[in-house]
T-cell receptor
Framework: TQLLEQSPQFLSIQEGENLTVYCNSS?????LQWYRQEPGEGPVLLVT?????EVKKLKRLTFQFGDARKDSSLHITAAQTGDTGLYLC???????????FGRGTSLIVHP | DSGVTQTPKHLITATGQRVTLRCSPR?????VYWYQQSLDQGLQFLIQ???????AKGNILERFSAQQFPDLHSELNLSSLELGDSALYFC????????????????FGPGTRLLVL
C-alpha cells in the first residue's frame, strides 16, 4: 500500500485544456512537495507547501495543501506541450526530511 | 542542469555481478541521498549521507551499500545483482542534513539506468 496515492495515474490532453491531479494520504505530513520529472532526467522541485490550506501559484500551476495536511492538488491552466512529464508528490513527516514519494501522474499534452 | 552529476548514465550487467554507481553533489552541498525508481515501486529512498556519515536509512537491501568520501562524492555499491534490481538509480544532494523539510531542497542528478540480464 502506497502512503501517498496519486490520481489519475495517466492523463492525455490537448494543449489549452485545464487539468487537476491529486495526491492523497491517510497520514498527516509536515510538508508536501511537488516535482516534475521529464524522460531521462531526475525530478525537479516545483513547490513546497507546509501550512494546511496553503495555496501557491507558479505561473499557470496552482498548488493546494489540504486543511488537514493529508492531501494536495496541482491544477494546471491552459496546458502547454512543455508541461508534459511525470508529476510526483512527496510528503515529509516530523523534523527529518526523508520524503515519501507517490508513484506519480504521467501527463502528456498534445499539440 | 541541477549541478548533480552521476556516472555511468547506463549500465548493463548480468545477475550475480557487482556494480558501483557514482554521484558528485552540487558544489557546497553536504548531504547526498540515493533513490531507486522502478515501474512497480515508484521512487524509493535508499540511504542518506551527511558530510561523510550515514544519516538515514530507507528501504535499502543488505546487498546494497553506500559511502560518502571526504571530497563529498558518494558511491552506491550493488552486489549479487538480481533481475529485480533493474531500475533507475538517482542521487540527490542538499545543503543541510535534512532537519527541516521546509528549508530543504533536494537537487536530483540525471540518474543511472541499470539493466540486469
Amino acid at each position: 500500500t502506497q502512503l501517498l496515492e496519486q490520481s489519475p495515474q495517466f492523463l492525455s490532453i490537448q494543449e489549452g485544456e485545464n487539468l487537476t491531479v491529486y495526491c492523497n494520504s491517510s497520514s498527516v505530513f509536515s510538508s508536501l512537495q511537488w516535482y516534475r520529472q521529464e524522460p531521462g532526467e531526475g525530478p525537479v522541485l516545483l513547490v513546497t507547501v507546509v501550512t494546511g490550506g496553503e495555496v501557491k501559484k507558479l505561473k499557470r500551476l496552482t498548488f493546494q495543501f489540504g486543511d488537514a495536511r493529508k492531501d494536495s492538488s496541482l491544477h494546471i491552466t491552459a496546458a502547454q506541450t512543455g508541461d508534459t512529464g511525470l508529476y510526483l508528490c512527496a510528503g515529509a513527516k516530523g523534523g527529518s526530511y526523508i520524503p515519501t514519494f507517490g508513484r506519480g501522474t504521467s501527463l502528456i499534452v498534445h499539440p | 542542469d541541477s549541478g548533480v552529476t552521476q556516472t555511468p548514465k547506463h549500465l548493463i550487467t548480468a545477475t550475480g555481478q557487482r556494480v558501483t554507481l557514482r554521484c558528485s553533489p552540487r558544489s557546497g552541498d553536504l548531504s547526498v541521498y540515493w533513490y531507486q525508481q522502478s515501474l512497480d515501486q515508484g521512487l524509493q529512498f535508499l540511504i542518506q549521507y551527511y558530510n561523510g556519515e550515514e544519516r538515514a536509512k530507507g528501504n535499502i537491501l543488505e546487498r546494497f551499500s553506500a559511502q560518502q568520501f571526504p571530497d563529498l562524492h558518494s558511491e552506491l555499491n550493488l552486489s549479487s545483482l538480481e533481475l529485480g534490481d533493474s531500475a533507475l538509480y538517482f542521487c540527490a544532494s542538499s545543503v543541510e542534513a535534512g532537519t527541516s523539510s521546509a528549508k530543504e531542497t533536494q537537487y536530483f542528478g540525471p540518474g543511472t539506468r541499470l539493466l540486469v540480464l
